[in-house]
């Protein structure tokens, strides 16, 4: 039995680490829009075999990140301008009730810790580390979802986020007057929510954060 338990964890840490690395190519932009992934092609480059990368490339496809078809087998998604206007219409509701949740229940620790990861997200921004700005901004974001408290919620989020974090970075679609400052300004925007130190409602707050006009509201 110890011997199986050392095992299933060798081939999880395979897994994850297939997994990982296929992110940051994603984020790197390494692979085209709609591009197929050979099973096969990734297991040899990793010299292992294709149990571990087709288990990685499902993680992958759960998160949003690939398309699977049963007799077509993995691709990366065809990410355009279109998808993410879309996902932020999506975004805006569900975040906003994310912040109105959260502002119930939030701590003074989870101020301290959701300052420290503005924080670095700033110091990452002005590294020009892409990869680990995106990491950190899904960190931010998904501290704030977890704690409305609503499991639900956080999944809707998740599901819909990560693809148009990592792929809005990858194919350059952030805001093109994004800079330090306003970076930090735009995430104090949700802490400042959470305190109740501000006269913007959540729906403004996710508006002005995603850099939607105000003329709906």
Known sequence: ???LGVEKFKATAIR???AEVLRRSLLEGRFQPGEDLSEVAVASEFHISRGPVREAMLVLAAE??????QNRGFS???FTVDDLIQI????????????SGAREKVTAGDFERLRAMKDNL????EAGDQDG???AEIEFHATIWELSGNPWLVASLKRIMIPSFTYGTALRMNRPDLSRELLDQLH????????????HTAEECVRRHIGMPDTEV
């Open 1 to 3: 039995m110890p011997v």
């Open 76 to 78: 990366v998604l065809n």
């Open 122 to 125: 700033d110091r990452l921004f």
């Open 188 to 199: 104090n925007l949700y802490i400042e929510f959470l305190e109740g130190t501000t006269k």
């Open 64 to 69: 949003g990140l690939l398309n699977h078809a």
């Open 88 to 99: 932020e219409r999506v975004r805006l509701p569900l975040e906003s009730l994310a912040l």
């Open 16 to 18: 994850d680490t297939v």
């Open 133 to 135: 700005r995106m990491h």
